[in-house]
């Protein structure tokens, strides 16, 4: 086995409302990733997805970056970003050639894709993904292979996904001011379903629902790729928001009853188990507030309900409708809470299941849960090479050298005066 210092090294950084988590991959003979160390910090500076802070989101970013390299032993240069927020837009794009009848030859495809460039521009939003999907031969749709085949058109789908600059470029710039690069901003929900969902899901068609902290984003998956996106402002943390207003307990010990003895199903001991928490401002040695498990369900609920009620209008609104079989998919953190997909599924009428992401050789069991789908599919996606017409990074400051390893960034970060 090669020294680690010679293995290929990919970062990957999920910049959430909640958490700021980096992992560090690199891949084996046989082409497999492996972890080598993974950081995570409380987000700051970040509101539904937004960043609304620079300086303690740059010190959030830095801080879990370090984490992973200690804990692998690597430095890293640059780094595969994450993007959640709203504001993301899906399309596909139909571009079309004509042949005269000949062999479609590699040239071929390559002019076809070229032409695809042009095809698409967003009217002033970032292209954050442009893969082609599809091609077409004669009209014929669906065909994957068109290497060798006699025709007089060839087209091709192009999926894009695209998002307003000014975010993407607060995103960008916090990552620098870490002293980082940005290989690439991928869309949360593209790093999402590749790490969650399975191929034959992707290509018979399945909604993936991403229950983050501030924000839920809900895709439709259709022919292997994202056909369909809408944001929510919604999320893990106006429950727990919810549960501190209602029992005027602090967020923290809000989030402690959530995950400990929270539920989105409620069943008949509920109002007889008892829950103690600590009082907003109170004094060592107060009486602990008591409550049921069925109060603090309740509080849930209604929460959930809400969100539930927003999905199901996304569905409509995306057009996941037709077979009754036709599967809905929760990952991201708030997937954790517990009976969710049970809930979901007897109010939107269909299969439901919690994604997790695909085991990595070495993935930390604390982070292989639904709320670390973006950050593995990330690494995947950096692994697999992204078959993307264009670059996927932002083009601006590509230029740039970033300095190399925790000492040179700090050197940078001093002379930055940070």
């Not at 560090?24 to 003979?29: A, K």
């Not at 910090?41 to 509101?47: D, I, Q």
């Not at 997937?335 to 050789?361: C, F, H, S, W």
Request: aromatic share 2%; proline share 4%.
């Amino acid at each position: 086995m090669p020294a680690v210092s010679e293995q290929p090294l990919i970062a990957a950084l999920d910049i959430g409302s909640s958490k700021v988590s980096a992992l560090i991959v690199t891949l084996d003979g046989d082409a497999r990733l492996r972890v080598l160390g993974t950081g995570q910090r409380e987000s700051r500076g970040v509101k539904r997805g937004y960043v609304t802070d620079m300086e303690a989101s740059e010190v959030a970013v830095r801080e879990a970056v370090e984490i992973a390299e200690r804990i692998s032993g690597v430095t890293i240069d640059d780094v595969w970003a994450s993007f959640a927020a709203g504001g993301l837009v899906s399309d596909v794009a139909n571009v079309e050639v004509e042949l005269g009848g000949h062999q479609v030859e590699q040239s071929d495809i390559a002019e076809l894709l070229v032409a695809g460039r042009s095809a698409i521009d967003r009217n002033g939003q970032v292209v954050l993904h442009a893969h082609p999907a599809l091609y077409t031969i004669d009209g014929v749709e669906g065909v994957r292979h068109p290497l060798g085949l006699h025709a007089d058109r060839l087209g091709v789908d192009i999926h894009v996904v695209a998002a307003d600059p000014a975010p993407l470029r607060n995103i960008d710039f916090v990552i620098r001011s870490a002293h980082l690069g940005v290989k690439a901003i991928v869309a949360s929900p593209v790093a999402s379903a590749l790490s969650c969902l399975t191929q034959e899901e992707r290509e018979l068609g399945v909604a993936l629902v991403e229950l983050g902290a501030e924000v839920t984003n809900v895709s439709l998956h259709a022919g292997g790729m994202l056909v369909g996106l809408r944001t929510i402002p919604l999320g893990a943390k106006d429950v727990t928001d919810d549960i501190a207003c209602a029992f005027g307990v602090q967020r923290r010990e809000a989030e402690r009853m959530k995950c400990r003895f929270g539920s989105a199903m409620t069943s008949p001991r509920d109002n007889h188990e008892m829950i103690e928490a600590s009082p907003m401002g109170a004094d060592d040695g107060a009486e602990p507030l008591r409550i049921t498990h069925a109060q603090l369900i309740t509080v849930i609920r209604q929460r959930t309900e809400e969100l539930t009620g927003k999905i199901e209008q996304a569905l409509k609104e995306l057009g996941f409708s037709g077979p009754v079989g036709r599967q809905v998919v929760l990952t991201g953190g708030g997937a954790e809470l517990k009976n969710i997909a049970d809930y979901m599924q007897g109010i939107l009428g269909r299969a439901v299941r919690v994604g997790r992401p695909k085991t990595i050789t070495g993935l930390p069991e604390a982070h292989s849960g639904p709320g670390f789908s973006t950050l593995v599919g990330l690494a995947m996606l950096a692994a697999s090479g992204s078959g993307d017409i264009r670059d996927l990074a932002l083009g601006t400051g590509r230029e740039r050298k970033t300095p190399s390893g925790l000492v040179g960034r700090l050197v940078a970060a001093m002379r930055g005066g940070f």
